[in-house]
């Protein structure tokens, strides 16, 4: 059986309101079942998948 997402903060696709992100902030919502993260720098605004990371991923810091 998959497991369900649970989602968490806005629903992007139904539309966010501008003043939600502060310059230089991230706000963690969700669009068609996808977390995503949105950060804005100035005027732009840049959206990632966002997923829990590999227990792995915490060490890769150290490899640099």
Known sequence: ?????KLSGPDFAEGVSLSE???????QGHA???AILVTRRGDAYVAIGA???????VHWPKAL
């Open 1 to 5: 059986m998959a497991e369900e997402k």
């Open 21 to 27: 992100f502060a310059d230089g902030g991230m706000v």
């Open 32 to 34: 068609n079942g996808e």
């Open 51 to 57: 997923r829990p990371v590999p227990t792995m991923a």
